[in-house]
């Protein structure tokens, strides 16, 4: 099975960028759909973006649609969350997850997830 490590986070300024990295280990990365979602302080977990196992087709919350880009490297096992224009609301610890059969938008679509790393946007 699949493990999953996130990198990339830190505190940023608002209207900077951030890339996240998930790095996969232990499986074919190309059999797995990729999701991130995120975990603001004090609220519940919630899908930010998906993309499908080829990359063909991506998925984005309306809250980041048009500023964060999904992509993913197979050839690298590494998946990448693109964030430009970063606001205080996106401030959140964000996961990677990942499912073999499934793309979709409900983290309970996702067997396999990673430890998060956190994103701080001060206001």
């Known amino acids: 099975q699949v493990q999953l490590v996130e990198s990339g986070g830190g505190s940023v300024k608002a209207g900077d960028s951030l890339r996240l990295s998930c790095a996969a280990s232990?499986?074919?990365?190309?059999?797995?759909?990729v999701a991130w979602f995120r975990q603001a302080p004090g609220k519940e977990r919630e899908f930010v973006a998906a993309?499908?196992?080829?990359?063909?087709?991506?998925y984005y919350s309306p809250s980041v649609e048009g500023r964060f880009t999904i992509s993913r490297d197979n050839a690298k096992n590494i998946g990448y969350l693109q964030m430009y224009s970063l606001k205080p609301e996106d401030t959140a610890a964000y996961y990677c997850?990942?499912?073999?059969?499934?793309?979709?938008?409900?983290?309970?679509?996702?067997?396999?997830w990673g430890q998060g790393t956190v994103v701080v946007v001060p206001s």
């Open positions: 993309i499908s196992w080829r990359g063909e087709t991506t």
């Open positions: 232990g499986g074919t990365f190309i059999d797995y759909a």
């Open positions: 997850a990942a499912d073999k059969f499934r793309l979709r938008r409900t983290e309970q679509t996702y067997d396999y």
